[in-house]
Nanobody
Framework: EVQLVESGGGLVQAGGSLTLSCAAS????????IGWFRQAPGKEREGVSC????????YYADSVNGRFTISSDNAKNTVYLQMNSLKPEDTAVYYC????????????????????????WGQGTQVTVSS
């Protein structure tokens, strides 16, 4: 059974930091890209960052580039999202998802993470940034 379990969300003041974790199981980790997405109330789900488990290539949305860092521990089948300099507009439910390996290259070329390229999703973790 494919499982993706997010953890690490919480309440933080603006300017603070959080690290989210995504623990994956039930599939061959190296064959997939792992992406982080977020959805704020009343807004569409958007791609934040993604990483290729096989070669470590990454992509960041403009809104988080320079503040967020994605990393992968293949030995633990876990992907992390280090979030620094958090802003109130970062408040959302954050989801991790497993998708096609090529999705990172596609995101780099197109400037956006293709949400429909991701097949397996976690339940999400709430991040709230207070002003």
């Amino acid at each position: 059974e494919v499982q993706l379990v997010e953890s690490g969300g919480g309440l933080v003041q603006a300017g603070g930091s959080l690290t989210l974790s995504c623990a994956a199981s039930g599939f061959t980790f190296d064959d997939y890209a792992i992406g982080w997405f977020r959805q704020a109330p009343g807004k569409e789900r958007e791609g934040v960052s993604c990483i290729s488990s096989s070669d470590g290539s990454t992509y960041y949305a403009d809104s988080v580039n320079g503040r967020f860092t994605i990393s992968s521990d293949n030995a633990k089948n876990t992907v992390y999202l280090q979030m620094n300099s958090l802003k109130p507009e970062d408040t959302a439910v954050y989801y991790c998802a497993a998708g096609a390996r090529f999705s990172v290259r596609t995101a780099q070329a197109m400037g956006v993470i293709g949400i429909y390229e991701y097949d397996y999703w976690g339940q999400g973790t709430q991040v709230t940034v207070s002003s």
